[in-house]
């Protein structure tokens, strides 16, 4: 801690102070049971699956909206082909999940029975009440091994989660949401990694303040 107090940093402070970063939420507790958050199951019923039943990345609607994972078929470019227009090598079936280009689309693949608001997911909004007037955030996402392990001490092993970035969707308000997959990537049985989403991150930003 000493060397990093000492790095001098050179930096650039603005009239109004923003040296402090504060929530108006220090923890927050999920509940998983039998009802929530995978719907209604019978007594004593667990909700699993193997990796080898989940679509793998390439695949993935999370990823739909990079154009590295999209759907791009082999096409002879318009200047080569005879009729001055793209030319498809072939019929090719897209086998990806269906794309997610709009608010609704994502609310419906994260809330099972959207919109009715007796299905709503848990959910939590975190407010920021101190922070800069840009509020850039560098965000790192963590879980320990097990909940046995926190309990004793030097014992707990922290893994690092992958963040999938989602994108900045605008509503008919103005506002802008931007949205964030974490989970943890598996590789299954033929070696692809498949992504199995933990929690879902929305970061909105309200007013001019």
Known sequence: MPNLQNLQIIGTKTLLDYSSFKTDIDLIDFTVSNSSPFGTLSAGALESVHVDDIDPLFLDYRLGLASNFSFLPPV????????????????????????????????????P????????????????????????LMCQFFEFESIEDV??????????????????????????????????????SVGQPVFVNLFTLVFEKQGED
């Open 151 to 188: 309990a004793i001490p030097g014992s707990s092993k922290l893994k690092k989660l992958d963040v999938i970035d989602f994108g900045i969707f605008t509503l008919e308000d103005g506002s802008k949401k931007h949205a964030f997959f974490a989970g943890r990537i598996f590789i299954d």
């Open 76 to 111: 002879i470019p318009f200047d080569k082909s005879e009729t001055g227009d793209t030319e498809s090598f072939g019929e090719y079936n897209d086998i990806n999940q269906a794309r997610v280009s709009n608010w609704e689309g994502l609310l419906e693949k994260v809330w």
């Open 113 to 136: 029975g959207y919109p009715d608001p007796a299905s709503e997911p848990q959910s939590t909004t975190i407010k920021i009440t101190n922070g800069s007037k840009s509020n850039n």
